[in-house]
């Protein structure tokens, strides 16, 4: 007596196939879920089926025919035309720049000669420092014109010294009286005072040489300090003059190529602003899980069965064995 067999296990191989195309499946409807045309003021964006992609499962050998789009961006009527003149404009402008960037060749070729162009540049080192005057005639003023003077005042002193000598004799008055060292006394006081009024007029002398002397010395480095600032004034001048011939060299050195960057730079057409459409994501399918879960249903039904089947085939046996023991 035979009861149902227990059910057949799935076979991988036809369930990974079966997963694998319900999982390429999933992934074409999501891809073309997501595939939103756009209409902008700028432009359009198109999403069309252009050809197909084959692919091979490994484990199975089925082949699959993925879709692929090839997506297209179209500027409006205006949009369009302006990029159009643009275009037009970027084409004269390359060549206009393709002509002149020839003439650069021979233009950098040259080498920049500062020498030959600009005037050396001042050095510092040819400022001599101005030496001031810091120290007067001091005293020799005051000798100078005080030995001048006395020079000439002791001649007359000597001759009233004879005239003296002679009136005094002529008078009979001896040397070492009282009447001639009172003579003498009133004639060493006038040559005193004469010797005062000598010193007074060399020191009116000093001072006003000093005075001559102090400005003197101040126009004189005053002098100094005028030539000294032109001095720097001209290093300034020199160095300005140096700087200024070469940026004028620069700049006529750079303009060529200053050109040739503008016409090679061009304005820029807008381009279609396109929204992010909501991405579409649809689950994908756990087909090896449900004919796992459908098996081991079946399984467990198959199971339950037997053990049904297997109780009441023991109770029919006790009741024969009983039956049989009666009748011996």
Do not use: C
């Amino acid at each position: 007596m035979g009861g149902p067999k227990a059910p057949t296990p799935p076979d991988p191989q036809v369930t990974a196939a079966a997963q694998t195309a319900t999982n390429i499946g999933t992934a074409v409807a999501n891809q073309a879920g997501n595939l939103v045309n756009q209409n902008t003021p700028q432009g359009s964006l198109s999403f069309e089926q252009t050809d197909t992609y084959r692919y091979t499962d490994p484990n199975s050998g089925d082949v699959h025919e993925i879709p692929r789009y090839t997506a297209t961006q179209s500027l409006s009527p205006q949009q369009q035309a302006i990029f159009d003149q643009t275009q037009a404009a970027e084409q004269n402008l390359a060549r206009l720049a393709n002509d002149q960037s020839s003439q650069l060749y021979d233009h950098l070729g040259q080498p920049f000669d500062a020498a030959s162009i600009a005037p050396p540049r001042a050095d510092p080192r040819d400022i001599a420092t101005p030496e001031l005057q810091t120290q007067l005639a001091g005293n020799s003023a005051r000798d100078r014109v005080e030995g001048a003077l006395m020079g000439r005042l002791q001649p007359y002193i000597d001759r009233d010294r004879d005239r003296l000598d002679q009136r005094l004799a002529n008078q009979g008055i001896k040397l070492g009286s009282g009447a001639h060292s009172e003579a003498y006394r009133d004639f060493d006081r006038n040559v005193a005072d004469q010797r005062l009024a000598v010193i007074g007029a060399a020191g009116d002398e000093q001072q006003r040489q000093l005075q001559t002397d102090l400005a003197n010395a101040e126009f004189g480095n005053a002098s100094r300090q005028q030539g000294f600032g032109n001095a720097l004034q001209m290093f300034g001048l020199q160095n300005q003059t140096r700087d200024a011939a070469l940026n004028e060299a620069f700049a006529a050195r750079n303009q060529p190529i200053n050109e040739v960057s503008a016409l090679l730079s061009s304005s820029q057409v807008d381009a279609p602003n396109f929204v992010s459409p909501p991405a579409f994501s649809a689950p994908t399918t756990d087909y090896a899980g449900i004919v796992s879960d459908n098996y081991n249903q079946r399984l467990n039904a198959w199971q339950a069965r037997q053990a049904s089947g297997g109780g009441f085939l023991g109770g029919l046996f006790s009741l024969g064995g009983r039956a049989l023991g009666g009748l011996f």
